[in-house]
Antibody, heavy 123, light 108 residues
Framework: QVQLVESGGGLVKPGGSLRLSCSASKFSFSDYYMSWIRQAPGKGLEWVAYISPSSSYTNLAEAVKGRFTISRDNAKSLLYLQMNTLKAEDTAVYYC????????????????WGQGTPVTVSS | EILLTQSPATLSMSLGERATISCRASQNVRSNLAWYQQTPGQAPRLLIYGASTRATGIPARFSGSGSGTEFTLTISSLQSEDFAVYYCQQYNNLPHGLSFGGGTKVDI
């Protein structure tokens, strides 16, 4: 059974930085696109970023472009989200999720999710 | 950006009843639509992809239909564990963003 475990969340001041990690196991991590999705308190889901298996392709939501970076380490089965210049509106639970594929092509929905790590941006 | 509008926002139901949730897309997303279930304090769980294909392990009482801009998630006979929030998500607007609907809460 696929396992995804996020870590690195916490309390940070506006303008600060944080790096989230997601440890993947029980599947071939290096074969899959991966993604980050967030959920502000009491709100719905918002896609944040995704990355291709080789890291050659990434895409980020407009709300975080220029501030967040998604990366991965396939040797360690780790997914990262580097978050800089954080704002109050970035406060959310951040989930990592696996993107399934067919014949190597991603399908861009999310078939497995971690339990999330909370990020609070406040002075 | 493709906007997804779910209705209703809240659905008050009883055990054993049939629940129907709608998701309307602002543009044609073909059949590139998924549905998720989220119970309190838990991560979302994939229910349906490709508008109508149940994910692995999802009970047959969950079904999805539609294409283009109009989609429906139906729960044929509500069980206690089905009281949750449901989200639709489109994945047609690539390489631009992916988007979710605002959610529908199914409560007792």
């Amino acid at each position: 059974q696929v396992q995804l475990v996020e870590s690195g969340g916490g309390l940070v001041k506006p303008g600060g930085s944080l790096r989230l990690s997601c440890s993947a196991s029980k599947f071939s991590f290096s074969d899959y696109y991966m993604s980050w999705i967030r959920q502000a308190p009491g709100k719905g889901l918002e896609w944040v970023a995704y990355i291709s298996p080789s890291s050659s392709y990434t895409n980020l939501a407009e709300a975080v472009k220029g501030r967040f970076t998604i990366s991965r380490d396939n040797a360690k089965s780790l997914l990262y989200l580097q978050m800089n210049t954080l704002k109050a509106e970035d406060t959310a639970v951040y989930y990592c999720a696996r993107v399934p594929g067919v014949m190597g092509a991603p399908l861009y929905y999310f078939d497995s999710w971690g339990q999330g790590t909370p990020v609070t941006v406040s002075s | 950006e493709i906007l997804l509008t779910q209705s209703p926002a809240t659905l008050s139901m009883s055990l054993g009843e049939r629940a129907t949730i709608s998701c309307r897309a602002s543009q044609n997303v073909r059949s590139n639509l998924a549905w998720y279930q989220q119970t309190p304090g838990q991560a979302p769980r994939l229910l349906i992809y490709g508008a109508s294909t149940r994910a692995t392990g999802i009970p047959a009482r969950f079904s999805g239909s539609g294409s283009g801009t109009e989609f429906t998630l139906t729960i044929s006979s509500l069980q206690s564990e089905d009281f949750a929030v449901y989200y639709c998500q489109q994945y047609n607007n690539l390489p631009h963003g992916l988007s979710f609907g605002g959610g529908t809460k199914v409560d007792i």
